[in-house]
């Protein structure tokens, strides 16, 4: 007898990740919408459908344990919406902060768009290209990408964030060869580093970055 995807059962989420039932169920319902969405879009590389929550989903909600409480943030080119989803719908738990997913294509926004209507996700979506980011949204906190691009691309798209406010920080998901990129943007950008090891993707890492400056 073939499974269908409703079927299919979520593992339950590690408990250093703390998140409510409630809250559990959004996620769940946000993997149910990938999996339906998929069929039309190629919203994430087809291999990984199989590992949607361990490696997607759970991938992404480490960023909300490691910054907890109303922020204000900024998701670049997110696609299916990770990490930034994620995070707005742990901030539906919360009662407070905004995520704001910039998404330039228009298939993908409407996806995340009846997302958040589904899962009443604390974000909206700005259908513009990231260097367009700048002019619609309001001082930010903080920053996140995941798949998107090299981290000097990253630092090019963030910087003028931070130099409207300085205390922003950035976190950006990355794969085995980040060091090599971490060593290609200290040629062009100096910053404070955090690197927090991902406890679901061997190798891979989540950049926390701070005090963005460009040499002159």
Same mark, same amino acid.
């Given at each position: 007898?073939?499974?269908?995807?409703? +079927?299919?059962?979520?593992?339950?989420?590690?408990?250093?990740?703390?998140?409510?039932?409630?809250?559990?169920?959004?996620?769940?319902?946000?993997?149910?919408?990938?999996?339906?969405?998929?069929?039309?879009?190629?919203?994430?590389?087809?291999?990984?459908?199989?590992?949607?929550?361990?490696?997607?989903?759970?991938?992404?909600?480490?960023?909300?344990?490691?910054?907890?409480?109303?922020?204000?943030?900024?998701?670049?080119?997110?696609?299916?919406?990770?990490?930034?989803?994620?995070?707005?719908?742990?901030?539906?738990?919360?009662?407070?902060?905004?995520?704001?997913?910039?998404?330039?294509?228009?298939?993908?926004?409407?996806?995340?768009?009846?997302?958040?209507?589904?899962?009443?996700?604390?974000?909206?979506?700005?259908?513009?290209?990231?260097?367009?980011?700048?002019?619609?949204?309001?001082?930010?906190?903080?920053?996140?990408?995941?798949?998107?691009?090299?981290?000097?691309?990253?630092?090019?798209?963030?910087?003028?964030f931070a130099a409207r406010n300085p205390a922003i920080r950035m976190w950006f998901h990355k794969g085995l060869d980040y060091a090599e990129e971490?060593?290609?943007?200290?040629?062009?950008?100096?910053? +404070?580093?955090?690197?927090?090891?991902?406890?679901?993707?061997?190798?891979?890492?989540?950049?926390?970055?701070?005090?963005?400056?460009?040499?002159?």
């Amino acid at each position: 007898m073939s499974v269908e995807w409703s +079927d299919v059962r979520e593992p339950e989420i590690p408990g250093f990740l703390s998140v409510s039932r409630e809250t559990a169920d959004r996620l769940a319902t946000y993997a149910d919408l990938v999996r339906k969405w998929q069929s039309s879009i190629n919203l994430i590389s087809p291999r990984t459908l199989p590992d949607l929550w361990t490696r997607h989903i759970l991938d992404s909600l480490q960023l909300f344990a490691l910054r907890r409480g109303p922020s204000i943030w900024m998701d670049m080119g997110i696609g299916a919406g990770f990490p930034g989803l994620v995070t707005g719908i742990c901030l539906a738990e919360v009662g407070d902060g905004w995520v704001h997913l910039v998404e330039s294509n228009n298939k993908k926004a409407a996806f995340l768009r009846q997302a958040i209507s589904k899962t009443g996700a604390r974000a909206s979506v700005l259908p513009v290209r990231i260097d367009e980011a700048l002019k619609s949204l309001p001082q930010i906190d903080a920053i996140s990408a995941r798949a998107l691009a090299p981290l000097t691309d990253l630092l090019s798209h963030s910087a003028p964030f931070a130099a409207r406010n300085p205390a922003i920080r950035m976190w950006f998901h990355k794969g085995l060869d980040y060091a090599e990129e971490v060593r290609s943007a200290r040629d062009l950008w100096s910053f +404070d580093l955090v690197e927090h090891e991902s406890q679901f993707q061997d190798g891979s890492v989540i950049l926390e970055i701070g005090n963005l400056k460009t040499f002159n």
